[in-house]
Structures are given as C-alpha cells and as structure tokens.
C-alpha cells in the first residue's frame, strides 16, 4: 500500500519537470522514466539503494529544469520538497520487516501524523530558503560563494559525523 | 545490544549531499530546497536518537505441559527510552507454536510497561527455553536501529501424550517384591493355583474342606503369591525416520511415557536405557518419582550422530536387572540397536520389541530403481523381522494412528504360543 503511494506520489513529481516545455525535455523525461522505474524496483525489491537512486534521479529531473530554464526562480520548489520527502518516506516505509501491530491500532494513525508534519515542515523549510534567495539581491561575491561551499560541506560533513558516532554506540 | 544505521540514513545523507553541492556547482536554490529537507531531517534524527535497552520478563502459566495443550506466556516489557517503534518476536523454536501475532510492533512511552499475553500450543514433547525476547527499536525518524535479545526464559517441559493401554505385557517371572503380578510359582497370596495334601506345618486356614471330605485326608490349597517384576525400557537413539513434524522418536517417547506411567501403577520397577550415540540410562525402581524421572529423561532423548560401534557392554550392569521384561522400542534402522536386542536376547532377557514402523515416512520413490530399492528394504525388514520370531522375541509393528492397545495384545498372543528357550 505504501508502496504503491510512494510510487503513484514519484510519477506525480516525475511529471511536473518531463511535461514542461522546455530544451531538454527528453533528458527530463528519460530521468523521469529511470527514477520512478528504479523506485518502484527498489520497493518491490526492498532495496535501500535502488530507492536511493530513484530519488537522486527523480531530483535531477527536477535540476534539468534550470539548465533548461535559466535564471527563473521555481516558486513550486517547496511543493517538490515536501513530494520528494514524501515519496523517500512512503518508499522506506514499504520496505520495513513486515510485522502486525495488533495491540497498537494507533501506531499507523500516528506515524501518518508524524509524515504529514514532516512533509510540512518540508515545504515550509523550502519555502524559506527561496524566499530568502528572492530576497538576496545581487551575488554575494567570491567571499560569501566560499563561505557557502564550506557551510555545505561542514554541514554535510556534521551530520555524516553524528550519524558515524550514532552507528558506533 | 547492537545498534546501526539504516539504509534510510545513508540515502538521505546522499541526498542531501547531492543536493547542496549541486545546488552550489548550478547557483540554483531550489536545489538547495530539495536537500534541506533531508539534512534537517537527518540532523534532527540523529540529536534525539537515543541508546535503548528493551527489558523483559516472561511469567508462565505453567512449567508443566502436555503435548498439544496451552501454556500462556505473559511479558512485560519495558524500555530505558522511549521507542517509537518496538518490534518484538518471542523466540518459540519449531516445536511451539503461537495463535498471537509473533512478532508484533508496539510503541512504548517513557517509563511504561507493556504486558503482553502469549497463548502458546506445545507441538511436540521436548524441554523448551521460553520466554526469550529478540526486539528491534526504531526512532522515531527510522535512521537508527537497536537490536538486542533478553534472556532469562523459564524452562517449559513438555510431556508426550499418553497412549491408551489398558493391559500390560507381563514379564515370564516376577520379582521378590509385593506387587499386583500374579507370579507363576507358589506361595502366600489370593490366587488359587492348585490342590496338594496336607504337611505338616501348613495352616489350618488353607485346608480345603471339600476336597478333605471328599478325598479322606486333608489336603490344602495352593495359590500363586502377588509379586512386582522389573521392567526396563530399552528406546533406540541411533536414528530414527523423520517427516514434518513426526518420527519414530515421538512415537517411542510417546510409548514409552505411556509404558512407564502404567507399569509404576501396578507397583512394578521401571527402568530406561536410551541406547544410541549418548548412552543414557535409569536403573528399575518403583514410585511415582520415577516416573517424573523417566519422563524427564525421555524428554532429554534426541537422535545423536554417532559413528562409534556400541553394544551391550557399554550398559552397566545394573542398569538390566535379572529376570527383567525389556520392552524395546526401535525403528530397526540401525545395525547396532538390531545386534543389541538380539545379543539381549541371547543373553537370556525376557525381551519384546515394539517396531516403530518407519514406513509412513519414507516415500516408496518414483523411478523403477527407487521402488525396487525400497521393495528390497522392506523384505530385508521383514527378513529380520523373522530372524526375532525365530529366536522367541515377539516383534510388532506400531505405527501412528494404531492403538497401543492392539500392538500389546499382539505381543500377549505371541507370548502365550511361544515357548521359552534356554540354552
């Protein structure tokens, strides 16, 4: 059931890049077509990676619209956000060790909260960053360029750190 | 405990990874937007992902139990942190099963305790360890996983279920010991035996007044004494035939559980020999400590893979008392329990063997060379089968389904045309 979701949920998000009008519409839509096909592949399989690659595929359909596009600003990118975070969840979901949850009827109700309250804070997190992009006016210049890349990196690199620490306790 | 990282984690990291340096290398922050999500996601995991210890405590109903009867099992579960997700599975083994969904998914919250009611059926006889718990916490977030397993289990025995036997095979000579057997010799008891004439010293309670009159001269009566007799149970270990769920094992055990319980009723020493790759052995006494003995030990008998030559030497000598009955209860598969019984025979016990039919699970086979195999085995079978019958041991067939009762009165009508050999 979540499965399928999952995957209805990815070929609703594949759509909205591969049927824009644009240049590279076949590179959009063929990365269309491999990410929900690899999704969906990756969930029947219960294969972690396979949906993993699913959803970078299904990001860079997404990302060909601006090579496409130039320099206009997707106001709909929160709206990806929160879809894309939904399919990674449903397909996750899916893949977890069958087990009934006879003496918790709730955990299911809950757990749909805790997903709609996630996807929101998605959208709501997307909708920050663009805004505050729309509001940058001008490049920041070499230093603020700099400063970004290692924020990324140090993000990414913080939250490898955590999760290293987390799997060795 | 043991605690790891799911797939989950490492992909959103990817993706977020992805997603920000891709964002950075096309100046595009929508990109940006798309990864967010996940690294906060994954940030926030991992800082209230804490490490968690499942505890359990298991209580039965009882430790006791008859094959294919209910023992309920009651768990409290209880957990150091809060756990969004719980996956418990209590480990039953093959031979216990349960009605109630194992495992199951619970959520616990901070400081609860969780009963659980476990109704569990016992399928088959044997000591089982329940009560053990293998769990699986998942946070919240699902990034992190910890897996442990309690310990701690009670120890559950359950009983082979009886056979339903009504009369006893009765060994060809008693023992000194009061009992419920009429011996075969004369002596004190109720039984009437016959009529012989008056000697001195005989009381004048025993004077049969009938004959005395009709004869002219006191005669008395003569009567058989009640005696106990030794019984010793002889249960082949070296291998058995299995298929599903039974084999001849079971319906030795079975037998023999059956056996005991009814030769103690009648006052008679009962002893066990498990004969296979691990010797086991309870010398004949009387009681109904022994039974739970025998029953104790019957339910340690298992089918060890063993390649050493064994005979009767190995027993001790005590183990087969003198003038004992031995019941011996084999599926006739291995060369070593055969030589056994014949040597027992020839050693002069008063012996009869059950034959735990292994038929019913060996199929017939489908090619022309496998049924002509197994039409040789079963004449080879039969051939032995003869060869007991020669030496004055009654053999007979019990198989699944067929009354005990049946197979005891078999070997009665064999006993009462036969005769005793000695050499």
């Given amino acids: 059931m979540t499965g399928a979701v999952a995957v209805l949920a990815a070929v609703g998000l594949a759509a909205y890049p591969a049927a824009q009008d644009i240049r590279l519409q076949p590179l959009s839509l063929a990365l269309a077509v491999v990410g929900v096909f690899v999704l969906a592949l990756g969930v029947l399989a219960r294969w972690p990676a396979a949906i993993g690659f699913g959803l970078v595929s299904l990001g860079g359909t997404y990302a060909v619209l601006f090579a496409a596009e130039g320099s206009r600003l997707d106001r709909l990118a929160p709206g990806y956000a929160a879809g894309l975070l939904l399919v990674a969840e449903l397909a996750f979901w899916s893949i977890e060790s069958r087990v009934p949850a006879w003496s918790d009827p709730e955990l299911a109700i809950w757990r749909l909260a805790r997903l709609g309250l996630a996807c929101a804070g998605a959208a709501v997190l997307g909708a920050v960053v663009i805004a505050d992009s729309a509001a940058a006016t001008g490049g920041g210049g070499l230093l603020m360029e700099t400063l970004g890349v290692v924020a990324a990196i140090g993000a990414i690199a913080l939250v490898a750190v955590l999760a290293r620490r987390h799997a060795l306790e | 405990m043991k605690r790891a990282a799911t797939g989950k984690l490492r992909v959103y990291l990817v993706l977020a990874g992805l997603g920000l340096l891709a964002a950075l290398a096309l100046g595009r922050p929508e990109l940006a937007a798309l990864a967010a999500p996940f690294a906060v996601f994954v940030a926030i995991g991992l800082a209230v992902g804490r490490p968690v210890e499942v505890k359990a405590a298991a209580e039965l109903d009882y430790e006791r139990q008859l094959e294919g009867r209910l023992v309920t099992v009651l768990l409290e579960i209880s957990a150091t942190e809060p756990v969004e997700r719980l996956e418990l599975l209590l480990d039953l083994g093959e031979s216990l099963e349960t009605e109630a969904p194992n495992p199951i998914l619970i959520r616990l919250g901070r400081g609860e305790r969780r009963e659980l ?77 016959d009529l012989r004439p008056f000697v001195s010293g005989d009381r004048v309670r025993r004077v049969n007044w009938r004959a005395t009159a009709r004869r002219g001269e006191p005669w008395v009566n003569e009567t058989h004494p009640e005696r106990n007799s030794d019984v010793v149970l002889f249960l082949d270990t070296f291998a058995e035939a299995r298929r599903d769920d039974l084999g001849t094992l079971d319906l030795s055990v079975r037998a023999a559980a059956s056996l005991a319980a009814l030769y103690l009723r009648e006052k008679d020493r009962v002893g066990l020999v498990s004969f296979g790759g691990v010797l086991n052995w309870l010398t004949a006494t009387s009681g109904t400590t022994q039974l739970y003995r025998i029953v104790d030990s019957l339910l340690d008998a298992e089918i060890a893979l063993s390649y050493a030559w064994k005979d009767l030497d190995v027993i001790p000598p005590r183990t087969l008392p003198p003038r004992a009955l031995v019941v011996a209860l084999s599926p006739l598969l291995d060369e ?88």
């Fill in chain 2, 117 to 193: 009611e476990f109704p569990v059926r016992c399928a088959r006889w044997g000591t089982y360890e329940v009560g053990n718990v293998v769990w699986r916490a998942r946070d919240g977030f699902g990034l992190l996983v910890s897996e442990g397993r309690t310990t701690g289990g009670h120890r559950l025995k359950v009983y082979p279920h009886g056979e339903n036997v009504q009369r006893l095979l009765r060994p060809l000579e008693t023992q000194a010991f009061a009992g419920n057997q009429v011996a075969r010799s004369r002596g004190e008891g109720i039984e009437f035996a």
């Fill in chain 2, 336 to 423: 070593r329990a055969v030589g056994a019984l014949i040597d027992l025979r020839a050693r002069g016990f008063d012996l009869a063997v059950i034959e735990l039919s292994p038929y019913p699970f060996v199929p017939e086979g489908e090619s022309e060379t496998e049924q002509l195999a197994y039409r040789l085995w079963r004449l080879r079978r039969d051939a032995l089968r003869t060869r007991y019958a020669s030496l004055g041991v009654p053999i007979v067939e019990w198989r699944e389904g067929v009354p005990m009762e049946a197979v005891v009165e078999e070997v009665r009508a064999f006993r009462r045309h036969a005769r005793v050999l000695r050499a």
